[in-house]
Structure formats: structure tokens, C-alpha cells
């Protein structure tokens, strides 16, 4: 066989990517991966970890405008935009507002219920064979407040979901103390979502990507794509760094590039890149048991076994993938609104990657048309680690000719 033909050509090495190599290759095709960097180093390396099936709200919902504008223009707030005269991205909220209603959150509920199931069982499959190299946890995770309106709201919010079998359980804010001392007084309760888990991101995919390869799988790391050429309704090249390649089918993976990489096709997506935070640090001496959500400052708390990472913040700011100091520092400060007796330690590591959003919140998964071979994965937001084992099952369906069900038309590439 040609070293540069294959069956089928992955773009993209975050963790989506390394799940869509593994299935495939599982099934036996000959698979190519093709990253411009390194695998997994991209928005699959340093985010939180958190596998969060209970959380099935996309982020355009109602009340979310209002809610955000206090936010919208602040450096230092959860949510930021970067001004800029940019019109890919009023498009991009005028299709987010438009999504932002009762109609959209139903279904949008319906399609996450059922990603976040059949993604955690395929979680739970691999964590059998693989769980302590990356530690893998099911242990809960904790939801931290300290507004008495938003506590109420999501007390609602889980009484509507529990028809969904998302079971919750509830705590005052003096359980919570008795039960993780380096809790403050600020905080007036707190929901315990059971089924749900973490990982360590960055060992998941370097470990996923070792299973891919013993399986016949190809990785091509520092391999940048330049263009994609078409022959009426078929990719027929992929042009690179390290040459020309060409593949039966090709699956475009490359999650805040994906926009771009569409576009070699000639096709307009939606994507917008949400730029995320980590620090993380030694592990204090009155490190959580479990992780941490502290719900109004958009914060996750998530304890390691040598490490303590505080991720957060969505900022759009374009491709941007600077450092604003100011959005670290907020990170820690409302850590300890929650945790005033956290011991933080010697920061390990700083970090910052590009999140794929969508305007609808919900991932792009299909054929890119009229292309016959042309499949695109991404926009999964602030959920890729969690989707993304159902997501590289799904796409290896797809690739073997089968349908995903009524899910195809509401994740289609195309629907925007």
C-alpha cells in the first residue's frame, strides 16, 4: 500500500481526533492522523478533566443574554468578548440569540441526554483497560453556590431533569463545610451530581493515542495542512508540510480550526474559538475529594493525585491564544470567595487553549455536503472530553456507510 494512501485521513489530534483513530481503527481500517502540532496539546490538554453527563443545558438558553451582558465587556469576567469589527462573529451571535428559547433547550436537553449516556458507558468501557494510567474517577462532582437565587434555580433546574434519570443530591451550606472543611461561609449549598466523573485530559488522550497505534493506527505530528483539493464531489488531496496525501474518506477534526478547514472546501461553519484557563498547582495538604464546580464564578476545582488544577472563563477573542494575566488572577481570587482555607501551593503549570463553539451549543457531527467523503467532528464547547469516546463511535459509523439516527439532522454539519 502507498505510505501516503490510506482508508481514511484524520485532521486533528485533540482528543476527538484520537477517539475517532482508536474506533476506526479498531474496525480495521488503515487510519492516518494528521496534527500540526503535537497530539493532545491543543484544548485537549490542560482544561479540567470533568466528565459532566448530569449537564445537558447548550449554552444558549433562555435568560443566558441577560445573564451575560454584566459580564460580556468585562476582561476580568467569566464570559468576555473582545471587541473587534469582525462579521463571522455577528453572525454567530445573531444564530446564538436566536437559539436562546424554551423550544431549542428541550430539544437540545434530548440530544445531550443521550450523547452523555452512551458517551460515559464507552468512558466507563475504556476506563477497564485503561482507567489508572489517566485516573479516571466516578466519584460526583460537587456544584458550589453563593447566591441564594442562583441555588434556587438550579434546585428547579434539576427537579426538570430528573425525567432524564439525572439524579441529584442536595446539601446546605453547613453539610458542605462539615464535609470539605477548606469550604467558607459564603457558600449557601451545594448539589452533588453522582454520575458524575474526571480524568486527567492530557494522559486520556496520550493513552487513547498509545491503543490507536497498537491497533495499526498512523500518527503524523508537526504536520500542517495547507489545503484540501476537490474533484467535483470527492477530496481528492490533502496537501501538507510532509508532502500530498490521499485517503477514501477524511474527517475533518481540528476543533477551532475546523472553521478554517471547511473553508478549503468552500463551505461556511459556524465555529467560534472560546479561549479557556488552567492553573494548576502542587497538591495542597486540604486538596477536595471530589472536584468542584463554584457555579456563578465559572470555576472548576479539580484535585489530582499530584496536583490541584482551577480552570475557567470563556473569552471570545478570535484565535488569539495569548496570556491575559488579568482573567488568571481572577481564577484564583474567586476560587477563595468559595475556599478561603485553600492552601494553594507552587504553581506547576499555566495554561490556555481554544474551545470549538457553536452558535446552537451543540457539536457538529456528519457529512459536510455535497462532498461524498468529507465528515467533519467538533463544536463540542466545553464538552469534548466527555463526548468525545460517542463521537469517534459515531463518526466510525459513518465512515462504514451506517446511519447515527434521528441525531444526523440535528448535528449535521450543514444544518447552520
Known amino acids: 500500500m502507498d505510505d501516503k494512501k490510506r482508508d481514511v485521513i484524520i485532521i486533528g489530534g485533540g482528543v476527538v481526533g484520537v477517539c475517532i483513530a482508536y474506533y476506526t481503527a479498531l474496525e480495521g481500517a488503515s487510519v492516518l492522523l494528521l496534527e500540526k502540532g503535537r497530539v493532545g496539546c491543543g484544548s485537549s490538554y490542560g482544561n479540567a478533566g470533568l466528565l459532566v453527563p448530569s449537564q445537558c443545558i447548550p449554552l444558549p438558553s433562555p435568560g443566558v443574554i441577560a445573564q451575560g451582558v454584566r459580564y460580556l465587556f468585562d476582561p476580568g469576567g467569566p464570559f468576555y468578548v473582545r471587541p473587534r469589527p469582525d462579521l463571522e462573529l455577528a453572525r454567530w451571535f445573531w444564530r446564538f440569540c436566536r437559539c436562546c428559547n424554551e423550544r431549542h433547550l428541550h430539544h437540545s436537553i434530548g440530544v445531550f441526554r443521550k450523547l452523555n449516556t452512551e458517551s460515559l458507558e464507552l468512558h466507563t468501557e475504556l476506563a477497564a483497560a485503561g482507567g489508572s494510567h489517566y485516573e479516571f474517577k466516578q466519584d460526583g462532582i460537587l456544584s458550589l453556590f453563593i447566591d441564594d437565587r442562583e441555588f434556587s434555580e438550579s434546585l428547579e433546574y434539576s427537579s426538570r431533569v430528573r425525567i432524564y434519570g439525572i439524579e441529584t443530591s442536595v446539601f446546605s451550606g453547613k453539610e458542605i463545610r462539615e464535609m470539605e472543611p477548606s469550604i467558607g461561609q459564603k457558600v449557601v449549598g451545594g448539589l452533588l451530581h453522582r454520575m458524575d466523573g474526571c480524568l486527567d485530559p492530557a494522559a486520556f488522550v496520550s493513552w487513547l493515542a498509545g491503543e490507536a497505534k497498537s491497533r495499526g493506527a498512523v500518527f503524523l505530528e508537526n504536520t500542517e495542512v495547507f489545503w484540501l483539493e476537490t474533484d467535483r464531489r470527492r477530496v481528492t488531496k490533502i496537501v501538507t508540510t510532509h508532502g500530498d496525501f490521499t485517503a477514501e474518506q477524511v474527517v475533518l477534526a481540528g476543533g477551532a480550526w475546523n472553521a478554517q478547514l471547511a473553508g478549503y472546501l468552500g463551505t461556511r461553519i459556524p465555529i467560534q474559538a472560546a479561549k479557556g484557563y ?139
Open 278 to 416: 488552567s492553573l494548576t498547582f502542587h497538591p495542597p495538604k486540604n486538596a477536595p475529594k471530589v472536584p468542584f464546580l463554584l457555579e456563578e464564578a465559572r470555576v472548576a476545582v479539580t484535585p489530582y493525585a499530584e496536583s490541584l488544577r482551577l480552570a475557567g472563563t470563556l473569552e471570545l477573542a478570535g484565535m488569539d491564544l495569548g496570556i491575559n494575566r488579568r482573567r488568571l488572577e481572577t481564577i484564583q481570587s474567586r476560587t477563595f470567595q468559595y475556599m478561603p482555607r485553600l492552601e494553594i501551593g507552587e504553581i506547576k503549570e499555566i495554561w490556555r487553549g481554544l474551545r470549538p463553539c457553536t452558535p446552537d451549543g451543540l457539536p457538529i457531527l456528519g457529512r459536510i455536503r455535497p462532498y461524498e467523503n468529507a465528515l467533519m467532528a467538533g463544536g463540542h464547547g466545553t464538552k469534548g472530553m466527555l463526548l468525545g469516546p460517542i463521537t469517534g463511535k459515531y463518526i466510525c459509523r459513518m465512515l462504514g456507510g451506517e446511519s447515527i439516527g434521528m441525531l444526523e439532522r440535528s448535528l449535521k454539519p450543514n444544518r447552520f
